[in-house]
């Protein structure tokens, strides 16, 4: 589903973000990805949505390669890739409903179809009550719920999250990776990037380690999963 072969990315400062890369992600695999601040997690995941373009090497998502996309085809491509932030990146003068509604609005989605779809994410993620409040009255959990509702709207193949549970306490963490579990249970491929080892090692799931832009050998494991 996902497959990075030699991939480096290069900036302009002369920063070398990834190196080399070179990983595949099957289809309805849920992985982690780990390192320190600046191994290159958030920059792997950009290269995926095509928010940035590889210095070298060659991203592939479905069996589609990023590279052969031109301007035009990149928003379809990220219809088919749910991501899901930190900071949840809500709209917080509009209603949880909106919020949701945002990707089908911009996808040009009919009304009812918009309807339909917004209520059946929030059910999903416990949240369906709360369609007409403003996402600023909800707590730092239900936010995040937000944001995976808006991510999995669009029925993506792909589910990205970049420190989802970063500002949340282990409870919480625990429910919404619950959540991610559950999407990948029914077919959704999910990569989550995490500073959060703790968490990982609860979870019964391959983990890849980055550091300074590489793999770590040898520490490209499944965490166990506790009682």
């Known amino acids: 589903m996902i497959q990075f072969d030699n991939v480096s990315k290069r900036y302009s400062s002369g920063h070398e973000a990834l190196n080399r890369l070179s990983f595949q992600v099957r289809r309805d695999e849920m992985v982690f990805l780990t ?19 590889p210095s070298a090497g060659q991203v592939l998502v479905n069996g589609q390669n990023l590279k052969k996309l031109g301007r035009r085809q990149i928003p379809y491509h990220r219809r088919r ?20 509604a945002l ?23 416990g949240l369906l009550k709360r369609e007409k409040q403003s996402p600023i009255n909800l707590s730092g959990g239900e936010q995040q719920r937000v944001g995976i509702a808006r991510a999995v709207v669009n029925k993506p193949l792909v589910l990205l999250a970049d420190e989802p549970t970063g500002n949340l306490d282990p409870e919480l963490s625990a429910e919404i990776m619950l959540l991610f579990k559950q999407f990948n249970q029914v077919g959704v491929t999910v990569l989550i990037a995490t500073h959060d080892l703790a968490l990982v090692a609860r979870m019964p799931n391959r983990m890849m380690a980055l550091r300074d832009g590489q793999l770590v050998p040898g520490h490209e494991q499944s965490g166990v999963a506790l009682g």
């Open 103 to 125: 990707p089908l609005l911009i996808a040009g989605y009919h009304p009812r179809d918009v309807g339909r779809r917004v209520r059946a994410a929030l059910d999903k993620v």
């Open 35 to 53: 390192g320190h601040s600046g191994a290159g997690k958030s920059t792997l995941l950009k290269l995926i949505m095509l928010m940035e373009r």
């Open 81 to 100: 890739v749910g991501v899901v932030f930190q900071n949840h990146q809500l709209l917080f003068d509009r209603t949880v409903f909106d919020n949701v």
